[in-house]
């Protein structure tokens, strides 16, 4: 999908990012299109969260070409912040202050009138699900509530770009589930969200497309289900074994990738019944067999070799 011009809403061209003689970020490419969830997607420091901050204006470009909504973040980058919305990895509300109150003064940095402040602050509180927390400090609220609160302050302005710097890391799965929720409904109203993340469920869940960093690079680009279907087979046959149990090539040949794990065996294949059928056939006992589809965790392992959290 393209913009109403023609061009991307975020463009890279050979984008390098250089600490002293370590390269972060190594000469990557890639394109944000506008009303997308656009992802980045790798283990920690594989360069993600370098990118991000080049996107929002916070660390300039050491090679290459980036364009922000149309501008140089080098020349433009009080306009391209005054544009943007930005959910850092780690909170930064400020805890003295209420749920209401972190809103009013965030809303002030960009010279908002307080009446359309307050208006606007009512409409998120609403739109997170912390309107009974309104007048609530913000210390004692739990993991999920603070990181809605500050999806919520980034959304203040009414950005046409929404940065999210592993938005979920920490969170439990419901409320994991709750911000899908609510990232999901800001697509609906066509905010573009780019998000960095090394939860590859989170990946697949919320973007349109995404981009796979591995050692500061890009090793793959596309839709969930587009690098799934290039990168891996249909299915995979998952066994687990004891520990100490000698395969000894017992599995060569079941499947078009065979990756032995520490206590598990995944047999990527294109139909997981005749697989298991054929483990049977060979006289191999597992502990456990599973069918299921490929994911981009897959992905990951073929690409790389190693899984992505740490």
Not at 245 to 252: A, H, M, Q, S, T
Not at 266 to 271: A, M, R
Request: overall charge negative.
């Amino acid at each position: 999908m393209r913009t109403v011009s023609g061009s991307p809403l975020i463009e890279a061209r050979g984008l390098t990012k250089r600490f002293g003689e370590f390269t972060a970020v190594d000469g990557i490419d890639f394109t944000v299109e506008r009303g997308e969830t656009f992802g980045f997607l790798g283990p920690n420091g594989a360069g993600k969260t370098s990118t991000m901050r080049m996107i929002s204006a916070v660390s300039p470009v050491t090679g290459g070409t980036l364009r922000v909504l149309g501008l140089d973040p080098a020349v433009d980058g009080p306009t391209i912040k005054a544009r943007m919305g930005v959910v850092p990895q780690q909170d930064t509300l400020d805890f003295e202050l209420t749920v209401y109150e972190n809103l009013l003064v965030y809303g002030r940095y960009f010279g908002i009138p307080k009446d359309v402040i307050k208006s606007r602050a009512d409409e998120l509180l609403e739109f997170v699900q912390l309107q009974e927390r309104r007048d609530s400090r913000v210390e004692p609220l739990s993991g999920g509530m603070k990181r809605r609160l500050t999806i919520a302050r980034g959304l203040i302005n009414e950005p046409e770009l929404l940065l999210l710097d592993e938005p979920t890391t920490g969170l439990d799965p419901q409320a994991r589930h709750v911000l899908w929720d609510r990232l999901y409904r800001l697509k609906q109203q066509g905010v573009t969200q780019v998000l960095t993340t090394h939860y590859m469920d989170e990946a697949e869940q919320l973007c349109d497309r995404l981009v796979v960093m591995d050692q500061a690079k890009i090793v793959a680009e596309g839709s969930p289900r587009e690098l799934i279907e290039l990168h891996t087979q249909r299915e995979v046959v998952e066994l687990r074994f004891p520990e100490g149990v000698e395969l000894d090539g017992k599995l060569d040949g079941l499947g078009e990738r065979v990756e032995v794990l520490a206590n598990r065996v995944l047999i990527g294949t294109d139909n997981g019944d005749a697989t298991v059928h054929a483990v049977h056939e060979r006289g191999i006992e597992a502990e456990s067999v599973l069918v299921r589809r490929s994911t981009l965790e897959d992905v990951f392992l073929t690409l790389t070799g190693r899984t992505l959290v740490d």
